[in-house]
Every structure is written in structure tokens, then in C-alpha cells.
């Protein structure tokens, strides 16, 4: 925690706008991200699956406190706190639209909901100025599942188990894991709608990503957000 | 996570079968305490707490393989899990005695359950061999509140907040306290009864924090937690 919040500045004032509203949304994600796998680790039905989610929970919180520090003094929680604010509540809709009692598709909300985020936060992160643009790029960076290291590698090698193991799962889950991308892309086109900072930076990285003319940027970004979907159903052997 | 399970052992062989029993029964309890911190993070009244409390449990978690580290090769899920094995379910009766839909509530039976459970736990690492005796109780020493380091800073911080500005609540919180603390030390006991390697060390670590004679070592234990106990209501500046 920061020592005097009164006695000095949370936020790096020279950050531009939209680099603190990307880590503000991000980091808004990743707490959201830490508590659906938490809630899935309490009522895992076994403890090595109950041990898994809840590492991974911790996963997503270390990276919010990275991306915390890139542009705080420190990355206390009143930082984190202030950097979030302007997102709070903005999950509730899809949270609603997306609420499930099945503990796999509550799991599978989180792996596709939290993808869909990651690779969005990471396409505006190409739209950040130096130096903010590869830092962002640092922390937003999730290694591939195979690697076992990101947030959600537990979560996807619990649900290939299960889905591998059980045809009828693996088709309910394919069907949710369609309707929660939908939401998930009804989210990223209202941030746009709603959120000057992120628009903006969502031209910049159209242009500093070679989108061609023929189409708008929010086209092309929901096209490069639902391919990278699929990728993700794919590795989960679940048709996208 | 392990490499591969099954070509190495998961566990040191040379550790004491009690200082895995008390490592396991530690770790599940961190494990537990992840949960609980978390899910009171999910349903936090603002977004300063409920980053708070994430952060507690991320700290909860981060003992927990710290103890899981001391005996293990590697301090993954599946040593995790397997020490945590033999104590599957050991809170199942505390927590259905103890279970309210009380924010409030919640986080004190959180901060008084794990407290007595940190207390027993580093008194039972009195009575294990060296050189585990010293390597349990650096990762099982708590500090004071005051330093906000502990797992539980910061549910403490915001119970002082909630109690302090409000007499109801805080009577009612004084008596679920000693509600918690009963079914917690009740929980001792039985633990004390029907786990043979926790009882080992319960009788060492009286010899060796100089139990006087009279008396058996399960009462001089339950005096001293407590003794630990109200000293630790008194920080929340609720009556024990």
C-alpha cells in the first residue's frame, strides 16, 4: 500500500491518458479474471484442480499489479484502485448475460471472456506511444497454453481433460463457448463506443498495424479479435 | 507443476512423517484462507477493498507454497495436493458451524479461524526436528497487523474501519467472534485426538516451550491460543 496517499501523486503525471485508461480496463479485467478463478477453485471437485485454478488466480493478479506499475510510483492498491475506477462496473451486463451455475462453463466464460480481453488490451496496446508500447506489450503478453504459464493455461488444461472425456460436455460447452464470445465482442464494441481514450488508441494501432483502407477499424478489429477466438477454441478442441 | 510425476519423488523422503503432517494441514488451511479472502474480495462493498482483499489472498496463497517449498522438490500442484490429501474435508464441519451470509461476518470468521490456525501451527513447529523447526516458523511468522504484512492486514484494516464507525455492528461482530473461536478451538481438539503426528509435536513443542507440569498439554494448548486470541480482538478493538 502506498505510505501517505495525500503526500504524493498515485499516477506517473506524464502517462498519456490512454495508456492509464488501457491499464485502468486491463487491470479492471485481470481482478475480475482473479475472482471468477478463485470462485472456481473453491468448488473444484478435486484438490489438484482446486490447487491449479487457484495459482492461476494468483497469475492474474501479479500481472494487474504489473501493469499497475508501469505507470504508477508504486503499484499499491490505492493505484490500482484509482487506475480502475472509471471502469467499475462495466463488466455487470456481461457478467449477467453470461451467468451459468455449471462450474466447467463458468471455467470456459473465463478462458474465452478473458481471451477475447487479453488479445484486445494487446491490439491497443500497438496504438501506445514509446515507451508505453512495448512495456504494455511485456506484461499483456501470455505465452502460449503449451508453455503452462498464463493465467488461464490451468483452466484450458482442465477443460481439454473434461471436454476430451466427454463428447456431450464438449458440444454444450462449444455452444456456450459461441454465446460468451458473442457477449464479449458486444463488450469490446461498446468500450469503443464509449471510451474516447480507447477508440483512439484502437486507430492508432490500426494504422501502426497495417490494417488496409477497405473497412472501419472496428471491423477489422472484431475480425482479428474473433480469429484469435477460434485459435483458442481450436487448442481447446472445441469447435469455435 | 512437476515435470513428470512419476519419475521423481514429489517429497523429500527424509522429511519427519509430522513435519508433513503439520506442512499439509498448514497448507490447506492457507488454501482455505486464498478462498475464503477471495471470495469476500468478489462481493467487497468498493473497489479499494476489494482490491485489498485480493491482494490478502494472494499473500495467503503465496505462504502456502512457501510451505509446500520447505519438504517438496518443487513447490507445485501436485506436492501441494498431495500433502494437502490426508486433511481433505477437515473444515467441512467449521465451516457449515460458521457459515453466515454476512459480509462482515464472513471476514472475521476468516481472520479468527486463520488466526487460531496460525497460532497452533507455529506453536506445533516448536516440537518438530531441526532444522524444520526453524524453517516453519520463518514462513509461518506472522507479523504484527500494525506492519501490514500478514495475510490478514488487510481484513483487519477493514473490519477496525467498519466496527470502529459503527456500535451495532461491532457487538455483533464480538459475538460471533467468540462463536468462531469456539468451534476453531473445538476444531483443535479434534485434530489433536485423531491426527497422531500433530499430537507428536503438540507434546514436544509443550517440553520445549516449557509446559509446566501440571495440566495436559491440550489444555496448556488451548489456554495459549486463547490468550493469542484475545490479544488478537483487542487489535480489532472488539471485546473477546
Chains 1, 2 share one sequence.
Not at 504489473?66 to 451486463?93: K, N, Y
Request: hydrophobic residues 50%; aromatic residues 4%; proline residues 4%.
Amino acid at each position: 500500500m502506498s505510505s501517505d496517499p495525500a503526500s504524493e501523486p498515485l499516477l506517473d503525471p506524464s502517462v498519456p491518458a490512454p495508456v492509464c485508461a488501457l491499464v485502468g480496463i486491463a487491470a479492471y479485467t485481470e481482478l475480475a479474471e482473479f475472482g471468477l478463478l478463485a470462485a472456481r477453485s473453491v468448488d473444484a471437485p478435486d484438490l489438484t484442480t482446486r490447487q491449479s485454478l487457484a495459482v492461476g488466480a494468483e497469475r492474474a493478479l501479479t500481472r494487474q499489479q504489473d501493469l499497475v506499475g508501469l505507470v504508477a510510483a508504486g503499484s499499491g492498491v490505492a493505484a490500482a484502485a484509482s487506475l480502475m475506477a472509471p471502469f467499475e462496473g462495466v463488466l455487470v451486463e456481461f457478467d449477467t448475460r453470461t451467468a451459468t451455475d455449471d462450474w466447467a462453463e463458468g471455467l470456459l466464460k473465463g478462458v474465452v471472456g478473458h481471451g477475447v480481453a487479453q488479445d484486445f488490451y494487446r491490439t491497443l496496446a500497438a496504438g501506445a506511444a514509446s515507451p508505453y508500447r512495448k512495456r504494455l506489450r511485456d506484461v499483456l503478453e501470455q505465452p502460449e497454453p503449451s508453455r503452462n504459464a498464463g493465467a488461464d493455461a490451468e483452466a484450458l488444461a482442465v477443460l481439454v481433460r473434461l471436454a476430451g472425456a466427454d463428447d456431450v460436455l464438449a458440444s454444450r460447452l462449444a455452444l456456450w463457448g459461441r454465446r460468451v464470445v458473442g457477449e464479449a465482442l458486444n463488450l469490446v464494441t461498446d468500450l469503443l463506443d464509449s471510451r474516447a481514450e480507447l477508440a483512439s488508441l484502437a486507430e492508432d494501432a490500426a494504422r501502426t498495424l497495417d490494417h488496409a483502407a477497405d473497412g472501419t477499424v472496428r471491423s477489422w478489429l472484431v475480425a482479428r479479435l474473433t480469429a484469435e477466438h477460434t485459435r483458442r477454441m481450436d487448442r481447446l478442441r472445441l469447435a469455435a
